[in-house]
């Protein structure tokens, strides 16, 4: 968030776990027997249960993000989901995530209280930008690369707080009701630090 404030899953490890003995279990059992019946029960419930752990949590942080919004917007990333699950490393940790079910969700909220939701273009530099001075720092396209300081303006960054800060001076420079696609250079000049309340997430 612009803000500096972040918001993580629950950890979801020891579910993770029960999900694999409660798979392992439902395989040794015979098919067609009222044991694997029993055993594809406690999966489905097991299953089941790290689904409300998620919906309950993105519930909460949407109602937080919308109702605490005060300048009719809410900038997010275009990120390309897709090809990031193609990356072995980071595909479960995505899944795990929800990510577009968070956005759509956040969308409705948003519309219902007359907030519009921004899709930053999927190219904009929002984590490798500085966002005080504005230089933009390619090495800090490696997801490996958490923090960093800025060799310009040595500012210090954390890499998602830096990006929501881009991210929301993106938003500000877009008036309510006009799309992203007509973004244009000039309106980056003349981008103001981020108000108060203009929620931005990063991933």
Known sequence: MSTGEKYSLPDLSKYENKLKRLHRQLSRKQKGSKNREKARLRLAKAYEKIINIKNDWIHKVTHKI??????GKIVVEDININGMMKNSKLSKYIHMQSWGKFITILTYKAKNLGIEVIKADRFFQSSQTCSVC??????????KIRKWVCPICKAEHDRDINAAKNLAKYGLTIPVGRGPFEFTPVDSALAEEPAKGLRAITG
């Open 134 to 143: 504005g230089y933009v720092n390619k090495e800090v396209k490696d997801l």
């Open 66 to 71: 919308v109702n605490e919004n005060q300048v």
